[in-house]
Each structure stands twice: as C-alpha cells, then as structure tokens.
C-alpha cells in the first residue's frame, strides 16, 4: 500500500524567504502527483500536477519536482510572501489503480512572518 | 464555472441521526469521490464512482452509504451518525482514471 509522508508537518519562515516542501513515497509505481493547497477551513486548491513522465513542474512562483526512483517530490516557492500561508498536501495516483484514487500526505503547515 | 459545490458547509448533528451530505459537479467528469479529513492523517478515500452508475468502497467505507444519482451529483449517507464521524467531509472528481482532481469546499461535521 502507498504511503506518503510530508515532512515537516509545520514549518515557519520570513517573508522572501524559499520555501522548500518535502513529500516522500514508498512505491514508485505512480502515474503523477499532484500538490494542493488548503486555507483554514477551505476545500483545496489544486497547484500542480506531475505526470511521471516529467521531472518537474512549473507554475508562477511555484516549481514543483519529481524523482520516482527516489521516491520523492519537492514543492519550491519562490520568494515567499503572508499570503502563502496555508497547508500543503501532496497526493499520488498510482499505476496500479485505474481509477484515479489519490493517496494523500498529512500535509505541511506553513506560516510566513511579514 | 462553480466547480465542484458541497452542501451544507456546516452540521451538527446528535449520535444516531442520519444524513445526506450532496456534491455535484459541473465540469462533466465521470468520476466522483467522498473522502474525510481527521487531524494529522490526511485525507482518506470513503467511496467512489469510477462512473454514472458504480460505486466501490474505498479505504473507510464502514457507517456510509453512497448513491452517484446522475453524471454530476454523487451524495454520502450517514444512516445512524456516531461521534467517530465527526470529520470534515470533501467531495472530488476528475475527468476519468488517474487525471487532476478538483475538490469542493468541504462539510464541517460534529457528531455530539
């Protein structure tokens, strides 16, 4: 069974800070990952979405990578701002599965300080 | 273009009353899914609608029921609520198979 990991759950940084978010997973057999982000009591948002096929991902400040063979995906964002403050999830979707069931990380809580 | 829209957005609710959380979409995708979010454990898969006319349990099926009643609606019942329901409830869907999900706004659910 999949499992994926955000490590930190929390992280803080000041404003213009990089912001580097980390997601692991255990099987490498996986069609993509896709990150999102969550506001307090809001639904999530997507941000972006790897195909396996990719290395990375680019969208605004935000560049996403991904390294199947290391069962790794990391979220950057550029010059951070208060505004980015939110949660962070990163979820999979597996090769195995064909009907597109996302395997989610407990997310990374992110605060940044004006 | 409203997406993926939840209601409602907030329910209290006393241990075994039951009720219908509603979700449809508008974005003419085939699949459909229910999953909770418990604090620190990230979102879990309760059911899903790979298409109009299936569903599967997924991960947490156990105290729900589901109906996918047309292409863009898919409802989770809660027929006798229990205080281990007491989550918050998203509803996603995709166009089909292993594609980019977008979700609902969520319902916040307190069983007392």
């Known amino acids: 069974k999949q499992e994926v990991t955000q490590i930190p759950a929390a992280l803080s940084v000041p404003e213009g800070e990089n912001l580097v978010l980390n997601c692991s997973f255990t099987?490498?057999?996986?069609?993509?990952l896709q990150w999102f982000r969550q506001d307090p009591g809001k639904g999530l948002t997507s941000l972006l979405l790897i195909q396996s096929s990719q290395r990375e991902q680019t969208s605004g400040r935000l560049n996403a990578s991904l390294d199947k063979s290391s069962g790794r995906s990391t979220l950057y964002i550029a010059a951070s701002q208060p505004g980015d403050s939110a949660t962070y999830l990163c979820a999979s979707q597996s090769t195995t599965d064909s009907w597109g069931k996302l395997q989610f990380g407990a997310g990374t809580q992110v605060v940044v300080t004006p | 273009n409203a997406g993926v829209t939840q209601t409602p957005k907030f329910q209290v609710l006393k241990t075994g009353q039951s009720m219908t959380l509603q979700c449809a979409q508008d974005m003419n995708h085939n699949s459909m899914y229910w999953y909770r979010q418990d604090p620190g454990m990230g979102l879990r898969l309760i059911y899903y609608?790979?298409?109009?006319?299936?569903?599967d349990k997924g991960e947490v099926p156990n105290g729900y029921n589901v109906s996918r009643l047309n292409k863009r609606e898919f409802s989770l019942r809660l027929e006798s609520a229990a205080p281990s329901q007491t989550s918050v409830y998203f509803c996603?869907?995709?166009?089909?198979?292993?594609?980019?999900?977008?979700f609902g706004q969520g319902t916040r659910l307190t069983v007392v």
């Open positions: 996603a869907s995709l166009v089909r198979g292993p594609t980019e999900a977008f």
């Open positions: 609608s790979a298409s109009e006319g299936t569903t």
């Open positions: 099987d490498s057999a996986i069609y993509n």
